[in-house]
């Protein structure tokens, strides 16, 4: 199998044990040869490099805050951003939009947050090392404390950290808490092909191949028995949970792709689709799956890694779900 | 290789692959030794009074696991940030394997470590943290490296190392892999146990099955492609052995980590240049304890040939030791002035 003759392997061999030796004197901290510049493909500080990286495609956009401004034409509903305001004062700068109703909590809806994956169970990573459990998790967090911000949500994670929770006992802390809205927050990953794409899904059957692995995919930790799973599949029909779900995706969707897009012309839409997610499955209020990036694309995973896009992220999670919530009030009330 | 210089200088050197589901060693002094990862300590003074040790190794750490705390540190390949007993675990699995390898007191130890591809830089750090009580000097490497490197594929080669936690690639092209290289997922070996687990219990409600049940009867038996024969295992059903079939549930676990491995390899070499990818396609190299596979070559080469023309696919002949062989040849080659340095 030797394809180099000792003495053709040579150079090669040297030029090899001397970068393995370099790159653990880099570990330790030690630099054989100058600034570190001259070899960034050995450098592990992902960070450091995703900065230069995105400056060397001049793709600074992020830092830009003129444009960052720009690019929120989607959102209706004023956020505070880094300067948090206390609830009460929210409801009261946002009243126009407040109802009597809603003033006197009747109308106070509860929203759970799934950051997807967690613990054990990375979920999906980019080339870089970043985990689709921890992007998941830091844009669910943005998302809640935006969302308390109005004082008129009771906001809850299915997860508040970096632990394992089985999707069954996700759909029940949804249950216990009569959430009216459920969201599940995930990353995609399409390894053959260098693009970003957003979709959004609500339960149902799917035949589309490509869909079902996703789904398996997602799936994997769940501790529903396939038998169960089945029988659950068989039962939903075309109820009115189901075409809630359906409005929930489309406005997250629009909200997500339409803002993105204002940062990156080569997104792609693929829209709301079903799928049988058993996060999905196992809630009785209305619920979605969004994938917000794609982390095989190593662009998105660079922009990922900064606390702008993920905030920017949250902000269009935010607006699409209180789209959703303001324009018609929903019709489905969970059966409790 | 230098058996001189070793006896002049009186220095032991040492690979080792530090693995999720197994770790081995290979040493200078010709031992070779491998231990499954896991570490058990005693629960209590009972335990410890019964078992007659204050801590278990490998098998025999997990035939006693309920009366041991049972560790396996590296699961996903990194020692768990932050959790005491796992960076413990690992020292100690470090300190048994070299153990094994017999060494003198007072011996003067050179080791290199291999270590799952996207291992980050803290971890790598930890690691040597965990190993440097117990040698001179110490290099860490990435382990489908230290599979290429024994193997002498320095350049032109692809190697896709199936573990249990993490399937590692690696593209060699003559010097030290750049990390655009090399690409890890996680479907792997411990992803088609759970699918098994799941297809068995589905197929056969009667039946309990453990994790580890399952994992023997695929280790047994594992295949894809053309099964040549029925695969059958005896289990109790109410107290009775029924015999049942578990030949499809095991072709399609073990097939299913393989969509991934097909379209990460393809789109790991469509970015060279045509006359390398060439050279490449033929020296494509299975590794780790998942090519052990009944048929895993002649299926990924038929997926191959339909995605980007002919090309080779072969799998290491001792998928136990490929890593720590590598790893010891790669120290036995390294010039002396590195060692001194680090
Ligand atoms: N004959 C076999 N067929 C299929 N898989 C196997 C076989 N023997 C071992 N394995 C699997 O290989 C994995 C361990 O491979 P190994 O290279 O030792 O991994 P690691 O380096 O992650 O410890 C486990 O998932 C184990 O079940
Ligand atoms: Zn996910």
């Known amino acids: 199998m030797a394809i180099f003759s000792k003495k053709r392997g040579s150079r090669p061999r040297r030029i090899i044990l001397k970068s393995v030796y370099e790159e653990n004197l880099r570990i330790l901290g030690k630099n054989p040869l100058g600034p570190r510049w001259k070899f960034p493909y050995l450098f592990k500080g992902y960070f450091f490099l995703s900065f230069i990286v995105l400056l060397v495609l001049g793709n600074v956009d992020y830092?830009?805050?003129?444009?960052?401004?720009?690019?929120?034409?989607?959102?209706?509903?004023?956020?505070?951003?880094?300067?948090?305001?206390?609830?009460?004062?929210?409801?009261?700068?946002?009243?126009?939009?407040?109802?009597?109703?809603?003033?006197?909590?009747?109308?106070?809806?509860?929203?759970?947050?799934?950051?997807?994956?967690?613990?054990?169970?990375?979920?999906?990573?980019?080339?870089?090392?970043?985990?689709?459990?921890?992007?998941?998790?830091?844009?669910?967090?943005?998302?809640?404390?935006?969302l308390l911000a109005y004082g008129q949500y009771k906001v809850l994670l299915t997860r508040e950290d970096d632990e394992t929770v089985p999707l069954n006992r996700r759909t029940e802390i949804a249950a216990r808490s009569k959430a009216d809205v459920f969201i599940s927050i995930h990353v995609n990953y399409v390894p053959s092909k260098p693009i970003n794409i957003i979709e959004t899904y609500y339960f149902g059957p799917s035949a589309d191949g490509d869909t079902l692995e996703l789904a398996s995919a997602e799936n994997a930790h769940s501790n529903y028995s396939l038998g169960e799973f089945k029988e659950?599949?068989?039962?939903?029909?075309?109820?009115?949970?189901?075409?809630?779900?359906r409005r929930l995706a489309s406005f997250i969707q629009d909200s997500l792709y339409l803002n993105i897009k204002g940062q990156n012309s080569s997104v792609l839409d693929y829209g709301i689709k079903r799928a049988p997610f058993v996060v999905l499955l196992g809630i009785d209020m209305p619920g979605v799956l969004t994938e917000v990036s794609c982390i095989s694309n190593k662009k998105e995973e660079l922009k990922l890694y900064t606390t702008r896009y993920r905030e920017d992220i949250a902000q269009y999670l935010e607006s699409g779900i209180l789209n959703y919530l303001k324009k018609g009030e929903p019709v489905y009330e969970a059966s409790r | 290789m230098k058996p001189a210089d070793e006896a002049e200088n009186n220095i032991l050197y040492v690979g080792i692959d530090l693995g999720t589901s197994r770790s081995s060693i290979s040493a200078s002094n010709n031992t070779k030794e491998c231990v499954e990862s896991y570490v058990g300590w005693p629960r209590d003074f009972i335990s410890a009074r019964v078992l007659g040790k204050d801590i278990l190794f490998g098998s025999e750490a997990l035939g006693n696991r309920l009366s041991l705390d049972v560790y396996r540190p590296l699961e996903r390949g990194v020692i768990k940030e932050g959790i005491e007993r796992n960076e413990e675990a690992v020292k100690e699995l470090i300190g048994h394997l070299i153990s094994l390898a017999r060494p003198p007191k007072g011996q003067?130890?050179?080791?290199?470590?291999?270590?799952?591809?996207?291992?980050?830089?803290?971890?790598?750090?930890?690691?040597?943290k965990a190993v440097l009580g117990y040698v001179h000097s110490l290099m860490v490497v990435s382990e489908p490296f230290a599979v290429a490197y024994g193997l002498e594929l320095l350049n032109n080669s692809m190697i896709i190392d199936i573990g249990?936690?993490?399937?590692?690639?690696?593209?060699?092209?003559?010097?030290?892999?750049?990390?655009?290289?090399?690409?890890?997922?996680?479907?792997?070996?411990d992803y088609i146990d759970e699918q098994l687990f799941s297809y068995l219990s589905e197929k056969y409600p009667g039946s309990k099955f453990t994790l580890n049940?399952?994992?023997?009867?695929?280790?047994?038996?594992?295949?894809?492609?053309?099964?040549?024969h029925a695969?059958?295992?005896?289990?109790?059903?109410?107290?009775?052995?029924?015999t049942h079939d578990i030949t499809n549930e095991i072709k399609r676990a073990c097939e299913s980590i393989l969509p991934a491995i097909i379209d990460t390899t393809a789109s790991m070499i469509a970015r060279f240049d045509p006359e390398f990818q060439v050279k490449i396609k033929n020296n494509i190299v299975v590794a780790g304890g998942g090519s052990r596979t009944k048929?895993?070559?002649?299926?990924?080469?038929?997926?191959?040939?339909?995605?980007?023309?002919?090309?080779?696919?072969?799998?290491?002949?001792?998928?136990?030791?490929?890593?720590?062989?590598?790893?010891?040849?790669?120290?036995?080659?390294?010039?002396?002035?590195?060692?001194?340095?680090?």
């Open chain 1, 63 to 146: 830092l830009d805050s003129r444009l960052f401004s720009e690019n929120k034409k989607e959102i209706h509903i004023s956020t505070q951003g880094e300067n948090f305001v206390p609830a009460e004062y929210i409801s009261l700068i946002n009243d126009k939009k407040i109802s009597m109703k809603q003033m006197f909590g009747l109308g106070v809806k509860t929203i759970v947050i799934d950051p997807g994956h967690g613990g054990s169970d990375p979920g999906t990573s980019g080339k870089l090392g970043l985990k689709e459990k921890d992007i998941t998790l830091d844009i669910a967090r943005r998302l809640k404390k935006k």
């Open chain 1, 232 to 245: 659950m599949i068989e039962k939903i029909g075309d109820t009115l949970k189901l075409q809630e779900s």
């Open chain 2, 108 to 128: 003067k130890i050179n080791a290199i470590v291999g270590v799952p591809a996207d291992t980050l830089k803290v971890n790598k750090l930890s690691i040597r």
């Open chain 2, 164 to 189: 249990a936690g993490t399937v590692d690639f690696c593209i060699m092209h003559g010097a030290m892999p750049a990390e655009e290289d090399q690409k890890t997922i996680l479907t792997a070996g």
């Open chain 2, 213 to 228: 049940m399952v994992r023997q009867f695929k280790e047994k038996s594992s295949f894809v492609g053309n099964a040549g």
């Open chain 2, 231 to 242: 695969i059958q295992v005896e289990l109790p059903v109410e107290g009775k052995l029924v």
């Open chain 2, 295 to 342: 048929g895993i070559a002649e299926y990924l080469h038929g997926s191959f040939k339909e995605l980007f023309g002919d090309c080779r696919v072969s799998c290491v002949e001792d998928p136990l030791f490929a890593g720590s062989d590598g790893s010891l040849k790669l120290a036995m080659d390294m010039p002396k002035k590195y060692w001194e340095q680090l």
